[in-house]
């Protein structure tokens, strides 16, 4: 079992940047694909990033395409979301997820562990 918990979240200027790590607990870590996903007001959780376990294939959502970037540091059990040029579009809180997939996965079907959520918000 992972357990995964979101830090780093908070208000930032449109064009700003913002970066969010989740660390998780369990020996196993480095085998699950881990995705960020997130969740706007009123509307449906969509996906942002994903990442393979050994952090060799990425996969993004093209509305984050260019801006955002995900990584992760399996000695550190953490996986990390870069954000940059942050459009007032981006608010919602994020999750992070984790999966026993091959490869960076999409679809939050494929996640088996969730994360509380960290709320970005951008904002002038």
């Known amino acids: 079992q992972v357990r995964v918990a979101e830090s780093g979240g908070g208000l930032v200027q449109p064009g700003g940047s913002l970066g969010l790590s989740c660390a998780a607990s369990g020996r196993t870590f480095s085998s699950y694909a881990m995705g960020w996903f997130r969740r706007a007001p009123g509307k449906e959780r969509e996906f942002v990033a994903a990442?393979?376990?050994?952090?060799?294939?990425?996969y993004y959502a093209d509305s984050v395409k260019g801006r955002f970037t995900i990584s992760r540091d399996n000695a550190k059990n953490t996986v990390y979301l870069q954000m940059n040029s942050l459009k007032p579009e981006d608010t919602a809180v994020y999750y992070c997820?984790?999966?026993?997939?091959?490869?960076?996965?999409?679809?939050?079907?494929?996640?088996?562990?969730w994360g509380q959520g960290t709320q970005v918000t951008v904002s002038s």
């Open positions: 997820a984790a999966g026993l997939v091959a490869g960076p996965a999409g679809s939050v079907h494929e996640y088996d562990y």
């Open positions: 990442i393979s376990w050994s952090g060799g294939n990425t």
